[in-house]
């Protein structure tokens, strides 16, 4: 089956560990996520506080509206050597995309900064092609509603 790879990586001013906090929850990742995905837990029902590992089955509509029918988030801790260093992977997978590899990573530059990597493997059959650019497309706007959160000192409602 046919692969592709997108990533995007930008430099966010806050300390990685402040960072990583954020990166742990599922309310991060619904924040910035929107409004191109909205996400809807269905089993657990409820998201947790934090991501432990495991499956996650969820429901997705595109700009809230188009439903992208489900997906399973499944999230990894990888082992990371680096102590400079943070990792999270969801090996995804759902009916539209077979395949969603999702690795998070966060790497501390100093005190006050640290460099943040979205990378994700695609396979989604014919579609393959057009969700690689729908990633790039999407990882961008993660990034740009990163930055908006970490100047708005992660305050989620006036990140928006």
Known sequence: SRRMKASAEIILPA???QVWQHVLTPRLMVHVAAPWVAFRPLHPAAWPDQWQPGPYRVAMRLFGLVPLGEQTIGIEFPACDDPQ???LRDNGW???IRRWDHQIYAMAIDNQSCR???EVTISAGLLTPF???Y????YRHRQRRW???VAANFDYGAAR
């Open 15 to 17: 300390p990685l560990d």
């Open 85 to 87: 260093q943070r990792r």
């Open 94 to 96: 759902g009916a539209l």
């Open 116 to 118: 943040y990597r979205d």
């Open 131 to 133: 969700i690689w650019v």
């Open 135 to 138: 990633a790039q497309l999407f």
């Open 147 to 149: 930055r908006r959160l």
